[in-house]
């Protein structure tokens, strides 16, 4: 792996950040009624999607689960319309029908957004089958919670993947919980990593708080899958500081535990690293901030300023 | 003592079989489990062995002799040793070339089903040749699903296409339907036109969380930017003997969700023209086969761009006393009933073959209405929320006062399908039952 430059340590910190405040603006405007339905926020697994997205090629494909508003950041989507669909308006990128779990933007290959957990790694797989069909050097990168790691269909997509030797990079983001149920409880044998072995796939297991073991890793698998050596799997470590949904109080682990998480906090990484390496001072980095604290206002702003859906929406796009 | 070799019934739906070729000449000695000959069923071509030893006495039917009904003598097998040195004699040096020839053209790959008359083809023919001429004009298309290459499909539907399209294109899938349909929605989502073959619609139950909350629902969760043009198709409802899990009727089930189109052809006709719509379509198509109606022969359009268009349904016999509506196998059962009714109590029956299930053709339904002033609708699936259940509010809604009797419904027993015949034959509509219907709304 090549060395970063200094900009593109910015940018890890830029995007960081974007998403730290927006998640946090979400949460605010989720509070107000603002947002409805379900919102699972993305504090704390902030390196994961960064990390990966410094190793990704403009038409890679990438498919998530629900906890999507980092993902669409990180694939350099607009704030405003992200936040447009968080608050069910007709400017959101699915026109306020998706809302928070249902995302995509075709344009920038982002692939959802999906609310059913599991069902997005066999999309993945056969977005990955696309890219070998096609013949066109791009892989797909496929999201999958901890908790989808014990759903049948994950296994079926791993045959299928190996089997068919697919261009597919999937990232498994353990953070410890499926909801309210730890890993432990829910994964006999928890080596996430390991679950490819029955098909022949490798697989390897990384601190995901660190945002450089994210880009070194991402970056090696990213390079087997478009080899065509076939699948991949990551198992990124991660941690969520916040409940599963908005409405989760996070009762079933221990405020230690999260200041332990909290103590290793990846934007603080990023920033020693920044500041350790001369790139830029504390007083550049928080300017930096201030400017993001502003665009994600402004995103707040014009997606509240924006429009619902007009009444004729309600029939449009179930057919094309 | 002679017994008698029978066309043998291999597979549940078959009638009737065709003498691929015989493996025995007259006068040779057989031994319980010789291979004795190559029958083709509707499903495939299956080795015929002996069930008893002795000597081939007559063989009544000769290498490529068609339709033969199951159950009817094939051939004779007699104990007695004086007919063998006879036939022999006659034949010597002739046996072992026969044989060995036998024995190498049987491993070569299943000859391709190529009707003589091309405007009047099987049911699966017409399915089969509008895949491959949908997939030589757009290399987008390909299908996949459980034996549908090597194998040459499961119900031969699609017979030599691996040979033309190659491994790339045909698609040989483990029994993984979760995975593999998840795997053609996003392969769909990505462009790709995938025609997703279920060995039957009982197994789509294993999938259908990817075909109504993946394929059906992208397009309207992201606001019109992704859709998912693909085709899950394959036989549908009860086939033979089956029982419950496999003899199914999905068509109210896929037609109650928006976003997904729902067609059932009824003939080798509609079949050619449904499915090359369905194929073409920018959403996803559910297209209800029944395997019953695989060996169904009748003419096609010669035009190869003829479609029909989602939402047309057809009267396949016009009438002005009851209007009967029905779709896939039981139009046939209908037709029958209509031809009945006109004998015995000259009813002019107006049958309308609904062809397509979603979106439904009101109009056609409404206007027939209000021509006989009754109506009794027939299907194969079972009664509550279904097919008919739409039509009777359809009807309710917009017809109301052109109606002279109650709307019957004919449907399934609303019972799990039951394995033996006699009760098999009572769960399923008859025509008997549609006969009693119409009567019915005729108050006589």
Known sequence: MKKLTKSEHIKIYSYMMKIRRFEERSSQLYGMGHIGGFCHLYIGQEAVVVGVLMTIKKNDSVVTTYRDHGHMIARGLELKKIMAELTGRAEGYSSGKGGSMHMFSKENNFYGGHGIVGAQVPIGTGIAFTHKYNDDKNICRTYIGDGAMNNGQVFEAFNLAALWKLPALYIIENNKYGMGTSVDRAAAGSDLYKRGEAFGIKGEIIDGMNVYSVIKAAAKAGEYVRSGKGPYILEVQTYRYRGHSMSDPAKYRTKAELEEYKNSDPIEIVKEEIIKKKIATNKELEKI???????VKTAADFALESN????????????? | MSIEILMPALSPTMTEGNLTKWLVIE???????DVIAEIETDKATMEVEAVDEGFVEKL??????????????????????KLKSK????????????????????TQPIEEDVPVDNEHIT???????TIAEEMRKDKKVFILGEEVAEYQGAYKVTQGLLDEFGDKRVIDTPISEQGFTGLAVGAAFKGLTPIVEFMTFNFSMQAIDQIINSAAKTLYMSGGQINCPIVFRGPNGAAAQVAAQHSQDFSSWYSHVPGLKVLAPSTPFNAKGLLRSAIRDPNPVIFLENEILYGLKGEISSDDNFTIPFGKANIAKEGTDTTIVTYSIMLQKTLHAAKILKNEFNLEIEVI??????????????????????????EESWPIASIGSEIVNIIQKNAFDD???????????????????SLEKLYLPQIDDIVKAVKEVNYI
């Open chain 1, 289 to 295: 901030g201030k400017e993001i604290i502003k665009e």
């Open chain 1, 308 to 320: 619902f859906p007009e009444n004729k929406e309600l029939f449009t796009d179930v057919y094309l």
């Open chain 2, 27 to 33: 006068g040779q000695e057989v031994k319980a489990g």
């Open chain 2, 60 to 81: 009544f039917f000769k290498d490529g002799d068609v339709n033969i009904p199951v159950n009817k003598p094939i051939a004779l097998i007699s104990g007695d040793k």
């Open chain 2, 87 to 106: 036939k022999i004699n006659e034949k010597t040096g002739t046996v072992d070339k026969k044989i060995k020839e036998s024995k190498k053209s049987s």
């Open chain 2, 123 to 129: 049911m699966r023919e017409a399915i089969r040749d």
């Open chain 2, 353 to 378: 073959d609904l062809q397509s299930l979603r979106p439904i053709d009101s109009e056609t339904i409404i206007n027939s209405v209000k021509k006989t002033n009754r109506i009794v609708t027939v």
């Open chain 2, 403 to 421: 109606l002279d009797a109650p709307i019957i419904k004919v449907n399934s027993a609303d019972v799990p399908m039951p394995y033996s015949s």
